[in-house]
């Protein structure tokens, strides 16, 4: 079993749809809930940083964890062709004694929003 | 400011080959992770340096290795390339490498092992 599983889609949806990307993780010691983005042929782009259950907002876009179910999820309002990209879910554990920021990502969701 | 830079951006080998593929990080980050990106597969950890000292290595063979240096650029090694090493090598660098910090990625190098 992956310690991250991502839904793999791919999503098409119109413009102005709403988008909800998940991913679970299996491991407790991931502290740190990340979402990439990564247009083709790109490094992934950070989108959305968050350490605590519950929702984080930064305009269109709602990060949300859930640590006692471990779930994250990414909502995308108001959705655009430029949306169009991989997304990818990533999480580190916690800081200190031989830990290290080592990211462990999802499979990546391909989402195309079309005009 | 300058992103992170990786070079060459792509790069097309034959089985057996080695290649070295370089990283610069942002401007005051001390750390560089090295992270394996296969088509249609989130990227795996390869290596994490800080400080010019290996701090992590992940579940890859000992034909791959790595260096940073005094600059706290970094260079990843690949000796005797396999058909399965054809992938996208992303570079990230962050601060000091700890796991509640942002990691920046480049834009990679693509390798393609005929």
């Known amino acids: 079993q992956k310690e991250v599983e991502q839904d793999p889609g791919p999503l098409s949806v119109p413009e102005g749809a709403i988008v909800s990307l998940n991913c679970t993780y299996s491991?407790?010691?991931?502290?740190?809930f990340m979402w990439y983005r990564q247009y083709s042929r790109k490094g992934p782009e950070l989108l959305m940083y968050?350490?605590?259950?519950g929702n984080k907002e930064d305009g269109r876009f709602t990060a949300q964890v859930d640590k006692s179910s471990k779930y994250i999820s990414l909502f995308i309002r108001d959705s655009q062709p430029s949306d169009s990209a991989t997304y990818l879910c990533?999480?580190?554990?916690?800081?200190?004694?031989?830990?290290?920021?080592?990211?462990?990502f999802g499979q990546g969701t391909i989402l195309t929003v079309h005009p | 400011d300058a992103g992170v830079t990786q070079s060459p951006t792509h790069l097309i080998k034959t089985r057996g080959q080695h290649v070295t593929l370089r990283c610069s990080p942002i401007?005051?980050?001390?750390?560089v992770s090295w992270y394996q990106q296969v088509l249609g597969q989130g990227p795996q950890f390869i290596f994490q340096?800080?400080?010019?000292?290996?701090?992590g290595r992940g579940n890859f063979p000992d034909r791959f290795s790595a260096r940073q240096f005094p600059n706290y650029s970094s260079e990843l090694n690949v000796n005797a390339l396999l058909l399965g090493d054809s992938a996208l090598y992303l570079c990230?660098?962050?601060?000091?490498?700890?796991?509640?910090?942002?990691?920046?990625f480049g834009p990679g190098t693509r390798l393609l092992v005929l």
């Open positions: 990230a660098s962050s601060t000091r490498g700890q796991g509640q910090e942002t990691q920046y």
């Open positions: 491991n407790s010691a991931f502290q740190y």
């Open positions: 968050t350490y605590s259950s």
């Open positions: 990533a999480m580190s554990a916690n800081a200190g004694g031989t830990s290290y920021g080592k990211l462990t």
């Open positions: 401007s005051g980050h001390k750390s």
């Open positions: 340096y800080y400080e010019k000292e290996e701090r």
